[in-house]
């Protein structure tokens, strides 16, 4: 086991709404990683540790997109999203989550996560979520470089494939703080 003080840890749960925990992951479905997700929130709730749930919207028209000169560009389906792509998978939210709303991969940039952290008194965060190399490690590395503890809950991750699992557990996330699953997690008040 691995202890966090209560009240200087937040969990925070990246992406796990509908339009993406319905895509083909690995290693993990999506729906795994959500009922684990919620089994590690509710942990969080008992001991009075904030959760923060993360999701990414856009403007209809996609205006507030990211529009950078890339090899492999942000491309929204025709139409758009489904009207609930953006709602946070369900039993997910409970009173009291705080929410933050991002408009590219990583949580920081652009919202009041830090602010929100540092107003409670964080200095470790928990970081569960899709994609694991997408917004996850995006996430995960701001909040390296931010000053605070990152710790990575492998079994509450999942992306596109076993291989870029693997690299980012592997080769990334050791590098940026420390790797556990979610079981081994306790919180001491």
């Known amino acids: 086991m691995t202890?966090?003080?209560?009240?200087?840890?937040?969990?925070?749960?990246?992406?796990?709404?509908k339009g993406?925990?319905?895509?083909?992951?690995?290693?993990?479905?999506?729906?795994?990683?959500?009922?684990r997700s919620k089994t590690l929130a509710a942990r969080f709730r008992a001991a009075g540790a904030p959760v923060i749930l993360v999701n990414v919207a856009?403007?209809?028209?996609?205006?507030?997109a990211l529009h950078t000169p890339v090899d492999l560009p942000f491309?929204?389906?025709?139409?758009?999203?489904?009207?609930?792509?953006?709602?946070?998978?369900?039993g997910l939210a409970q009173p009291g989550d705080l929410h933050v709303t991002k408009r590219q991969w990583g949580a920081f940039y652009g919202t009041d996560l830090d602010l929100q952290l540092r107003r409670r008194g964080i200095t470790t965060v928990v970081i569960g979520g899709?994609?694991?190399?997408?917004?996850?490690?995006?996430?995960?590395?701001?909040?390296?470089?931010h000053?605070?503890?990152?710790?990575?809950?492998?079994?509450?991750?999942?992306?596109?494939?076993?291989?870029?699992?693997?690299?980012?557990?592997?080769c990334i996330?050791?590098?940026l703080g420390r790797v556990t699953t979610s079981s081994a997690i306790e919180l001491a008040s």
């Open 3 to 17: 202890s966090f003080s209560a009240s200087r840890t937040a969990l925070i749960l990246i992406d796990l709404q």
């Open 58 to 64: 856009f403007a209809p028209d996609f205006a507030d």
């Open 130 to 145: 899709i994609a694991t190399n997408l917004g996850v490690e995006s996430t995960a590395r701001a909040a390296h470089e």
């Open 173 to 175: 996330f050791p590098r």
């Open 75 to 90: 491309a929204p389906p025709p139409g758009g999203f489904a009207p609930d792509w953006t709602d946070l998978a369900e």
């Open 20 to 35: 993406i925990v319905s895509h083909q992951l690995a290693p993990y479905t999506g729906g795994t990683i959500v009922e």
């Open 147 to 170: 000053g605070y503890a990152v710790v990575l809950a492998e079994d509450i991750t999942s992306t596109f494939s076993e291989e870029m699992q693997r690299f980012a557990y592997d």
